[in-house]
């Protein structure tokens, strides 16, 4: 992809609370990227998380973050002209980003739940995921990324029983070079993965001015949960 419609994907992204740009890396950097985090992870990656939260949030993903491990070659994204340029667009002048942070799931994993990376209490304060596949995600291979379109104006993801579903969902099959931008307040989820193995890489960023410790909490639609302090902090059932 060389050169963007860059206001009208920043229209889009505003009015849908996603966008899906097939195409934007090239194989050979994708595979550059997907050839490290398997040597990163290996045959049988341990779990970070505590049991709890994996059974309460139904996630199954661990998390690597290349780039404080000074692996250098995760710098290109981050760095990519268009990508920034972009990011420019949506979050206005002064944004910052996060170490990358790549989510690996083996075969046999749940995926995620449905969830707000961040609470919309306040509509103006939110991050940014910009999601990038290494690999094709399809039927297939499971863990497709869906979203519900236009959810990051309607509010709080509604409370219920984790695995309720919305009709007007819409699941996206992102491809190796693919890049999703999602917006924090967007409700989405990953579906079960039955290939050998899912991930994906996120370049995470929010506008100037938001809080640093964002996506500390997390809305599911049973709980609110602080990743920080591993702690539900509401039982929302
Ligand atoms: O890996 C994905 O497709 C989405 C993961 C996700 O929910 C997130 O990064 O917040
Ligand atoms: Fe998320």
């Known amino acids: 992809m060389n050169s963007l ?3 009208r994907l920043t229209e889009k992204f505003l009015r849908e609370g996603f966008l899906l740009l097939e195409n934007f890396f090239d194989d050979r950097l994708m595979d550059q990227y997907n050839g490290l985090i398997l040597d990163h992870f290996g045959e049988s990656p341990e779990f970070m998380h505590n049991k709890e939260f994996l059974e309460k949030s139904s996630t199954d993903v ?12 995760f710098n290109v994204v981050e760095n990519d002209q268009r990508l920034n340029r972009l990011t420019d667009s949506i979050l206005g002048d002064g944004w910052y980003s996060d170490y990358s942070m790549v989510m690996f799931s083996g075969q046999g994993t749940k995926g995620q739940s449905w969830h707000q990376d961040c609470a919309p209490d306040d509509p103006c304060k939110f991050n940014m995921n910009r999601l990038v596949y290494t690999m094709d995600i399809n039927a297939d291979v499971g863990g497709q990324t869906a979203v519900v379109p236009g959810s990051h104006l309607r509010g709080l993801l509604p409370a219920g029983k984790a695995g309720n579903d919305f009709d007007d969902k819409l699941v996206l099959e992102p491809k190796k070079g693919t890049v999703i931008l999602l917006h924090g307040h967007t409700w989405h989820k990953v579906l079960p993965v039955h290939g050998k193995y899912r991930v994906s890489t996120n370049y995470r960023s929010a506008p100037k001015n938001t ?7 997390c809305v599911y639609q049973n709980m609110r949960y602080r990743f920080s302090t ?5 039982d929302r059932t």
């Open 211 to 217: 809080p640093k410790g964002i996506t500390d909490i």
């Open 62 to 73: 661990i998390p690597w973050f290349p780039q404080r491990e000074g692996v250098t070659e």
């Open 5 to 7: 419609p860059i206001q």
């Open 230 to 234: 591993s702690s539900v902090v509401e």
